[in-house]
């Protein structure tokens, strides 16, 4: 009896009150609607090498089965799109493990000079096809911070492998390693890694996008390059797993800078 308690009058005690109960559900749908975007993304990335692969099966069986040379071709465009999957589900997997622990911070000492001079090493014949340079600019000699190693691995070489792979020919990686004290987003010391190309840079409406689930500027040109859209979405996991900071600084026509800032603990 809501009218005698606003009166100041004690509720009869047989009265059925009336329970009002109100729950936001906004999170909710928004966390409901962004698992069904994923789940149809993830479809749609997974169905278009697999309707190639089914068409070329098909023209193999059918008119070209006596055709060495375009079997020959057929063939190497399924090789193509099946590697295309294989990477998608490569990612697909990392991005979960890394959804999966974020909560609980990574604590190996890692020495984040090695992690930039092993990237180097391993993308030396990718930069070397595209007649590209990646040079190592700043180093410091003790640069630990607590983390999991491969994990940061993933992270440089995401970054150097889209400035090489969307910088194209002739394109020059200028990578360093600092340390930051209070500066860069950070309450306390760090490093920051920083990888700057001098590709075609993005345009602003974009950047605060990129590290997006399958955002791509120019879908055609990441699939040619072999992207799966997922690279910057693992990166940004990564960095707030080790509780850092990622920053793009990037213009049209004046190149990117990817900048990783990573607390000392
Ligand atoms: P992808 O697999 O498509 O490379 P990413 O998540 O790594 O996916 O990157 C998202 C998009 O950001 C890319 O499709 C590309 O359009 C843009 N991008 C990333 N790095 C660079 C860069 N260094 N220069 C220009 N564009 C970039």
Redesign the pocket.
Known sequence: DLASVSRGQAAPAASKGVMICFQDVTEVQQLDQMRREFVSNVSHELRTPLTAILGFVETLQGPARNDPKASERFLGIMSDEANRMNRLVGDLLSLSRVEEVSRMRPTDPVDLDQIIRAVIRNLSSVSEASASTVSYAEQLSTATVSGDADQLLQVVT?LVE??L???GENTHVEISLECVSGRGGLKGDGYKIAVK?N????DHIHIAR?TERF????SHR?REMG???????IVKHIINRHRGRLKIESALGKG?V?SVILPVV
């Not at 590709?199 to 993005?202: Q, T, V």
């Not at 992207?227 to 979405?233: F, S």
């Open positions: 995401n889209n400035a792979k969307y910088g190309d590709g075609p840079g993005i990129l955002y791509r500027i120019d990441s992207g799966t859209g997922l690279g910057l979405a990117s990817f």
